[in-house]
């Protein structure tokens, strides 16, 4: 890579947060040169830099902790709260700079001044709060000190030279900036060397021999913010073409002073649909407003090919069910649109692959091949010539998650030959399968994104993770899908709506209202203020249970037998209720956004 321009004020690496009574003091300890302290009051968040730290006494003695990079700020109802990062772990390196992974992080309350609120304010202000306590166990963060993680290789390479003398956070690319929304409230105040971009994804790396050349392999992963959320609450695509779980996933390798980067992408299928949790174990798929899938799905591709050049859409739905009208809707939105720069390509994975014949993805790459070749990847070698990737792979199936990985590990897999057949490092014929260290790693490597992806997205590991780790199906991997499937069903009904509520509240979806009518978040009425599926279940088991009793009794005194039958009535009542009033029961977000038809 050709040297890389110094920001005009590097980040600050490791600071000393002071807890004071009426404010907080970050201090930058790792020797940075003219550094100032950052002052954050706590009765109105106000911001200022100081010279030095403000004197202790025994009445204002300070919690002091080390922190590792200040995340953003939130601003609620009448408090505002701070984001900072208190542990990380060096998960590897981007072409020569390390890179970070948040392990822990805090909010830091900046709420004296609820104290003057009025009571229905200091409610909402606590029903706020309580999301991010959620935010706090966001999964997947990652940060680098020196370099942009939001960019790829080739379009960090790109950036010309007044770009690369920025601030990190104002190279970065806004839709993969994790933390974009939080650090607005920090921007204004200049302070770039406490702006520290974040991105929520996946990083892994290894390092394997071929002969006598030794290749390191990365492979990060890019979450879009623009949709972003969990599972059950963010399907397809809002109005202007953003969908769900979409993925910048790039492929790197370093060899003999070559560079070369690969990027595919995955995004769910780009019009209005959903599919709302109602306690059934696979809910309807809904399609909202059909007569404009066909804008929102040019909305969508338009907007990646400016951003990547070609597209090849590849659509793994099958063709039965729900999945084959949102696969028919689909492939009819795209008929307007399809050029030489856009193609759309369905393949049936369920029908052709089954459950265990991966092998059968080849038939796949014989149609992709073509595609693959002639818009390429970036090359770049120690003099600087380079080779650019013209376009991009488009992979969808429902959750964008298991079926989407397998298919994307087999192209990485077919492009990596490449790449290493063009440096001089595999004959014509050669193939990772023919090195068992390099075939290992780079199937541990692909099985470890898709978990980290699905983690963020459903709130389990990807399935069929035996089969991408050692390319074998065993007793031990079915079972675990079995769990992991329960799990998904479990969070999807119980959980993922309050988690939706956090991340639209952390990533600026939902604007909290500072003055006016305010609305608690889970403020509700009705039916839905009692309705509690673990005290139905209760219920249904002590029904149960008393029935079995009388049952018992039957043979004793005759009139149990009424008994029994009247218990298993109201049992099976209460489940009928629960099963018809499904949606009730569930966890759903509470913002009002979600009101809002295709959003």
């Not at 992408?265 to 109602?278: A, H, K, N, T, Y």
């Not at 087999?410 to 492009?415: A, D, F, L, P, V």
């Not at 639209?504 to 403020?523: F, N």
Request: overall charge positive.
């Amino acid at each position: 890579m050709k040297e890389k321009a110094e920001p005009v004020q590097k980040l600050y690496t490791r600071m000393r947060l002071w807890e004071f009574p009426d404010e907080y003091v970050i201090e930058p300890t790792d020797g940075s040169s003219a550094s100032s302290s950052l002052s954050i009051s706590l009765v109105d968040a106000s911001m200022k830099l100081i010279d030095s730290i403000p004197e202790c006494s025994s009445f204002r003695v300070p919690k002091i902790q080390m922190i590792f990079g200040v995340v953003g700020m939130l601003k609620l109802v009448a408090g505002s709260y701070l984001f900072v990062i208190t542990e990380r772990k060096c998960v590897g390196s981007y072409l020569g700079h390390p890179i970070f992974k948040v392990i822990s992080l805090k909010v830091l309350p900046c709420v004296h001044s609820v104290k003057n609120s009025t009571p229905e304010q200091k409610k909402v202000e606590n029903e706020f709060s309580r999301l991010l306590k959620v935010a706090e166990r966001t999964t997947g963060l990652y940060f680098s000190y020196d370099t942009n993680l939001t960019l790829s290789t080739q379009r960090l390479y790109d950036l010309g030279n007044e770009s690369k003398m920025l601030p990190l956070w104002r190279q970065a690319e806004p839709r993969f900036l994790w933390n974009s929304y939080m650090l607005e409230a920090l921007i204004d105040k200049k302070l770039d060397p406490y702006l520290l971009p974040v991105v929520q994804g996946s990083f892994h790396n290894f390092q394997a021999t071929i002969e006598k050349e030794i290749v390191d392999v990365t492979l990060i992963a890019r979450r879009c913010t623009r949709r972003n959320g969990t599972r059950m609450w963010r399907r397809g695509a809002d109005s202007e073409g953003h969908v769900a779980n979409f993925v910048e996933t790039e492929q790197i390798i370093q060899i003999n002073g070559f560079t070369s980067s690969f990027v595919q992408v995955r995004g769910s299928i780009p019009f209005l649909w959903e599919q709302i949790v109602d306690l059934t174990y696979k809910p309807k798929f809904e399609i909202v407003r059909p007569e404009e899938a066909p804008q929102i799905a040019e909305r969508h591709f338009l907007d990646l090919r400016k951003m990547y050049g070609s597209v090849l859409a590849v659509d793994l739905l099958n063709k039965h069910g729900g999945e084959g009208r949102l696969s028919d809707m689909f492939s009819n939105a795209m008929q307007p649109i399809v050029s030489e720069d856009l193609r759309y390509l369905h393949f049936d994975f369920t029908k052709i692959c089954g459950h265990v014949h991966f092998e059968r993805l080849s038939f796949l790459y014989d149609q992709i091949a073509d595609f693959l070749v002639k818009n390429g990847y970036f090359l770049l070698n120690e003099g600087s010539e380079k080779m650019e990737q013209l376009g991009v792979v488009r992979t969808n199936c429902i959750d964008c998650l298991d079926r989407t990985n397998i298919t994307q590990s087999m192209i990485g897999r077919k492009i990596l030959e490449l790449q290493l057949r063009r440096i001089g490092v595999f004959a014509a014929e050669e193939t990772i399968s023919s090195h068992p260290k390099l075939d290992r790693c780079f199937r541990i490597l692909w099985a470890n994104h898709g978990d980290d992806i699905s983690i963020q997205y459903s709130g389990t590991a990807a399935l069929k993770g035996d089969l991408v780790r050692s390319g074998q199906r065993r007793v031990q991997g079915i079972l675990k899908d079995r769990y992991i499937s329960f799990k998904r069903y479990y969070l999807n009904n119980f959980s993922d709506g309050t988690k939706q509520d956090a991340i639209d509240l952390l990533q600026g979806h939902y604007k909290v209202s500072v003055g006016g009518d305010i609305t608690p978040p889970s403020q509700t009425g009705g039916l839905e203020a009692i309705a509690s599926f673990p005290l139905a279940l209760c219920l249904v088991l002590i029904g149960l249970l008393l029935t079995t009793m009388s049952l018992g009794q039957v043979g004793n005194d005759p009139r149990h037998l009424l008994f029994s039958v009247v218990w298993g009535s109201i049992s099976v009542g209460i489940a009928s209720f629960v099963r018809a009033k499904g949606r009730v029961f569930c966890n759903r977000p509470r913002l009002q956004l979600h009101d809002k038809p295709g959003y």
